[in-house]
C-alpha cells in the first residue's frame, strides 16, 4: 500500500504489488475507494493491484467537451478530460508502475457516474486501458452516443461492463431519461464490433448501493 501526488491528483495504490497482475484505476471524489476494494474481495480471489485517483475536478476533468448545466444543483461543465487523462496516462501509470517495479497485466479504467463516462471516453483517447467498468455512467450527456458510434476507438478493448439502477431514467428530466436507453444501445454496439460487453440493470436508483454496484463491474471485468 502506497500513496503519491502528482499534478494535483492523489493516488492511493493498494492490493496486489508484486507479480504481473492487472492494475484497476478508480476515478472517485467520494473517498470510497477502500469501500469498493473490500466489496471486489467478497466477489473474486483474482489478484489485482487498485489505484484509486482523487482530487481533480469532477465535473471539469471528467467531462469530454463543454456543456452547460441542464439542473440547478450542478455546475457546468467545462471538457477537460483530454487534459486529464493526459496527466493520468503520462505522469501517473509510469509512476504505479515505478513504484510497483513491475508493469502491471493491464491496465483497466473504471468509475461511477460521470467518471464511467470518462472511463468509456478513454477508450477513444488512448490505448492504454485493455477493459473498463462503468457504474451508472453519465451517457446521457449531450451528443456522447454519437460521438461513441461514429469515432474509431484507439484500440479495441477485451471488455467492457455497464450497469444501471432500474430507476435512473424514471426522472422528469429529458436528458437524464435518455440514460438507459443509451447505455443499452452503446452495448450492443460495442458487441457488434467483437467487444465481450455486458449491462445490468440494478434494483434503485443513482445513489442506491454504489460501492456495490462498481464492485460487481470490477470483478466481472477481471474474470
Known amino acids: 500500500m502506497f500513496e503519491f501526488e502528482i499534478s494535483g491528483i492523489h493516488v492511493f495504490v493498494t492490493g496486489a504489488q508484486n507479480g504481473k497482475v492487472p492494475c484497476v484505476i478508480y476515478n472517485s471524489d467520494q473517498n470510497d475507494g477502500l469501500k469498493v476494494y473490500e466489496e471486489i474481495q467478497k466477489i473474486t480471489d483474482i489478484p489485482f493491484t487498485f489505484a484509486v485517483l482523487s482530487g481533480f475536478n469532477w465535473n471539469d476533468d471528467l467531462s469530454p467537451w463543454p456543456m452547460k448545466s441542464f439542473t440547478k444543483w ?3 461543465f467545462a471538457g477537460n478530460a483530454d487534459d486529464y487523462l493526459n496527466v493520468i496516462t503520462e505522469q501517473i501509470l509510469p509512476e504505479i508502475s515505478r513504484k510497483l517495479s513491475f508493469k502491471p497485466a493491464y491496465y483497466a479504467i473504471t468509475g461511477y457516474s460521470l467518471a464511467g463516462l470518462f472511463a468509456v471516453y478513454s477508450l477513444y483517447k488512448t490505448d ?3 477493459r473498463a467498468a462503468v457504474a451508472s ?14 469515432q474509431k476507438m484507439a484500440a479495441k478493448p477485451d471488455a467492457v461492463y455497464f450497469s444501471l439502477g432500474d430507476r435512473e431514467s424514471r426522472t422528469k428530466n429529458e436528458i437524464m431519461r435518455r440514460v438507459e436507453d443509451n447505455t443499452a444501445e452503446l452495448c450492443e454496439f460495442y458487441k457488434s464490433l467483437g467487444i465481450q460487453s455486458v449491462f445490468e440493470l440494478n434494483p ?3 445513489f442506491q448501493d454504489c460501492e456495490k454496484r462498481m ?9
Do not use: C, P, Q, R
Not at 137 to 150: D, P, V
Open 128 to 130: 492504454v486501458f485493455k
Open 204 to 206: 434503485g436508483g443513482h
Open 74 to 76: 450542478s455546475a457546468d
Open 137 to 150: 455512467g453519465s451517457l446521457w450527456y449531450e451528443n456522447f452516443i454519437t460521438y461513441a458510434k461514429t
Open 215 to 223: 464492485a460487481k463491474g470490477i470483478a466481472w471485468i477481471l474474470k
